[in-house]
């Protein structure tokens, strides 16, 4: 896995999560939620720039049973929009269960489902991130 920052996206229909890969590729960490809508294709693609990132995953919400529903499509939707906008690579990635993890690291953490409402889309991106990147040693080893 080449060296550089990588970014993740949990695209949501209030928030994107969002978090960030040291230039290593070793550790990912969130960053600030942003507001879903028409800003975060300009909003994401500051952060690409800010970040000097080399590639942004955006998790695929995909089924139980691995279809597809309206949240995948929103995602591919989003993606396809702001791969219009930027020249790093873009890579879609099944984040089933990512969400359920993130929540579970935060409750371990001792924090309830209310007070950690704003951080779970980015925790959720963390999540995404860090198996990619585990991956990728993976691959390397």
């Known amino acids: 896995m080449p060296k550089g920052?990588?970014?993740?996206?949990d695209v949501g229909s209030v928030r994107i999560g969002i978090a960030k890969s040291d230039f290593h590729g070793i550790l990912a960490t969130p960053l600030d939620a942003?507001?879903?809508?028409?800003?975060?294709?300009?909003?994401?693609?500051?952060?690409?720039?800010?970040?000097e990132a080399i590639e942004l995953i955006v998790g695929l919400p995909l089924m139980m049973n691995g279809t597809?529903?309206?949240?995948?499509?929103?995602?591919?939707?989003?993606?396809?929009?702001?791969?219009?906008?930027?020249?790093?690579p873009i890579r879609m990635v099944d984040e089933r269960l990512t969400t359920v993890?993130?929540?579970?690291?935060?409750?371990?953490?001792?924090r309830t489902v209310k007070n950690s409402r704003a951080s779970i889309d980015?925790?959720?991106?963390?999540?995404?991130?860090?198996?990619?990147l585990d991956s990728g040693k993976k691959e390397t080893q």
């Open 34 to 51: 942003i507001p879903a809508g028409d800003s975060s294709i300009t909003q994401v693609n500051s952060l690409i720039d800010e970040y």
């Open 68 to 88: 597809e529903g309206a949240s995948a499509q929103m995602a591919r939707d989003w993606a396809t929009q702001l791969e219009a906008q930027t020249s790093i």
């Open 101 to 110: 993890q993130a929540q579970r690291g935060l409750h371990a953490a001792g």
């Open 5 to 9: 920052v990588r970014l993740a996206c």
């Open 122 to 132: 980015s925790a959720s991106a963390v999540v995404l991130l860090q198996s990619v």
